[in-house]
Nanobody, 128 residues
Framework: QVQLVESGGGLVQAGGSLRLSCVASGRTFSDRAMGWFRQAPGKEREFVGAMSRSGISTYYADSVKGRFTISRDNAKNTVYLQMNSLKFEDTAVYYC?????????????????????WGQGTQVTVSS
């Protein structure tokens, strides 16, 4: 497993932007698909998007497609979530997660059980 630490959350007005970062410890970051999830109060954890190990492939939930972008820098062991055109309903705690090293990219899309390491979460609050 790897240790994950998110940062970049905060309070933003609707229509604004935030960029979340997630730094991973260890030497296997580049061997892992990375995902972002979120959980709003009273709701289940929701898949936001994921990126393959190489960074070539990405997949987004319909609710964020066209507004959110995932990127990664394997040299820095970091994955990012750029969030634009934020809406009130994007308010949630955001978590990054790392799939098992070498796991299939297809398994990592949308499936929280494919992820073996989770960050502590960072709060994103969008004011209307």
């Amino acid at each position: 497993q790897v240790q994950l630490v998110e940062s970049g959350g905060g309070l933003v007005q609707a229509g604004g932007s935030l960029r979340l970062s997630c730094v991973a410890s260890g030497r296997t970051f580049s061997d892992r698909a990375m995902g972002w999830f979120r959980q709003a109060p009273g709701k289940e954890r929701e898949f936001v998007g994921a990126m393959s190990r190489s960074g070539i492939s990405t997949y987004y939930a319909d609710s964020v497609k066209g507004r959110f972008t995932i990127s990664r820098d394997n040299a820095k062991n970091t994955v990012y979530l750029q969030m634009n055109s934020l809406k009130f309903e994007d308010t949630a705690v955001y978590y990054c997660a790392a799939a098992a090293a070498g796991a299939s990219w297809a398994v990592a899309v949308g499936n929280p059980l494919a992820y073996e390491s989770w960050g502590q979460g960072t709060q994103v609050t969008v004011s209307s």
